[in-house]
Every structure is written in C-alpha cells, then in structure tokens.
C-alpha cells in the first residue's frame, strides 16, 4: 500500500503554467487590453467618419458652388465691344491676326502642365495643361513690336516664364501678385505642396519702345481681390493694365468667358 505522500494532489482550480503564472489571471488581463484596444480603435474609427463627413459634405458644397458657376456661364452675355475669338491656341492663324494689328499689350495664362509625364490628346484638342514646348511655339514676337506682356504663373514655373520672356525679346520689369480673399475677406487659402497657397503672381515683361498713351506709377504691384469662379482672375488686372496703357490694343491669350472685356481681343477655346 503506497504511502500518503506518493498520492497524488488535486489540481487547483487555476492552471499554473511551468513559470508558476496564473493562466486565468493572464486571460483576464489580455481580456482586458483588447476590450481597452477595441474601445480606441472605434473611437479612431468614429473619429474617421466624422471627417469624411465633413469632407463629404465640403466637396458637395465646392460641387454645388461649380454648378452655380457653370450656370452663371450658360447665362453670361458677352460685353458689347469685346472680340471673342473661340479657338485652339495650338493652331490657331496667328499669322493673319498679326498682319492685322499689332498690340501694346498681351496677357497670357498659359495651362502649365504640373506632371512630367506626355501629354494626352488634351494638346490637340482640349489643352487642360500643355507642356512647355507647345507655349514656346505661340509666335508672340509677331504680335507686338513695342509693349507689354504680363504671364500668370505658378510656383515651379517661374524659371520657365522668365527663360519665355527672354526667349520672346522681352525684359523682365515687374510682377504684380494677386492675394485671394473669400466672401468675408478673408485670406482664401488653397493646397499647396508645403505650405497653403493663397496667391497668384502675374510677371510683367517690357519690348521694345512705350506704347503710345503710355503712363508711369499707376495703380499697385498686389491686388486684393474675391477668388471667384475656376481660373478666372481678378478684373482688377484688366482695370490696371487700361490705366497704364489708356486706348490701347489688348489681346488675351488661353482667355474664358468671365474674363471677355469690351476693347479686347480674347482667343481660346473655351470661350
């Protein structure tokens, strides 16, 4: 008959693993770390679909906000005196416009292609973004002998515009900077790579002689001025551009409808 100490005990009801740790404790506590982890992941994820719906609803108000332009465009009565001439910048008879007239001054806001990569069709037909080659070809030495250029440009293109500008005959003389401002006049922000971006800048490019009528120290070098609709741009340029060269010739180049004025020649395709 073995002996009491060769019996073997029961087992307690908690399993104690080969470390002499509690198992049922270490469940509870894992247990306890996941409840912990499922709360503050739903708290990230509730965190999450608040800002989609807020982005949600701020992308349906910008999409609302084009549709009122879109409308506004569809109900735009051209300016009396204006000179439309709808037209692929690309082929257009640039020639025989220049026999015609030559002008004291030219405003260009060329559809600067951002990607590196070939361009599309767009070249051909609808022009979204051009790559530098194609604004290079535009023949602006045959359109004005003796007066200004202005040329919108962005940040990664400002090298481009000036080699353009002396490439066309033209010396740099200015640049005007256009600070965007909401409804409330409020400084109206855009994306920006590093930092938001809240302007635009126009370089100003003198050939050749005065033109006739020319003035001197008008106007300002920044313009604060509403954004409104897509490129289009402040109206205060034009009135500017009419106070230092009052009577004079205008041609607009890349032009849309909400920017056709009376007394300017306006080509683009999207007019």
């Known amino acids: 008959m073995s002996s009491r100490e060769d019996t073997p005990s029961p087992l307690p009801e908690a399993v104690i693993d080969r470390n002499g740790i509690d198992e049922n404790t270490v469940s509870d ?24 719906a807020q982005l949600e609803e701020k992308c349906g108000k910008q999409e609302k906000d084009e549709d009122v332009d879109e409308q506004d465009l569809e109900e735009f009565e051209a300016p009396e005196w204006c000179v439309p ?3 692929n910048v690309m082929t257009f008879d640039w020639d025989a416009l220049a026999k015609e007239v030559q002008f004291d001054v030219i405003v260009a806001d060329p559809p600067w292609q951002l990607a590196t990569h070939a361009p599309t069709r767009g070249v051909a037909i609808a022009y979204q973004q051009l790559p530098d080659i194609c604004i290079e070809e535009i023949p602006i030495p045959k359109l004005q002998k003796n007066g200004f ?37 409020r400084m109206a922000k855009g994306h920006g790579y590093y930092l938001q971006h809240a302007k635009e800048t126009c370089l100003v490019g003198k050939k050749g002689e005065d033109p006739p009528n020319c003035r001197h120290s008008v106007g300002s070098d920044v313009i604060f001025s509403e954004r ?11 009135e500017l551009i009419e106070e230092l060269v009052p009577h004079g010739k205008y041609l607009e180049i890349f032009g849309r409808k909400n920017n056709l004025r009376d007394y300017w020649v306006t080509v683009g395709n999207e007019l």
């Open 29 to 52: 506590v894992t247990l306890k770390k996941l409840l912990k982890r499922e709360i503050e992941l739903q708290l990230q994820i509730d965190a999450l679909l608040t800002e989609i």
């Open 85 to 87: 001439i709808k037209a």
């Open 149 to 185: 250029i202005f040329i919108w440009v962005i940040n990664n293109k400002y090298a481009k515009a000036f080699e353009l500008m002396e490439k066309w005959g033209y010396t740099y003389v200015d640049d005007i900077t256009w600070v965007k401002q909401t409804v409330n006049r």
């Open 228 to 238: 409104r609709g897509q490129s289009q741009k402040p109206e205060e340029l034009y």
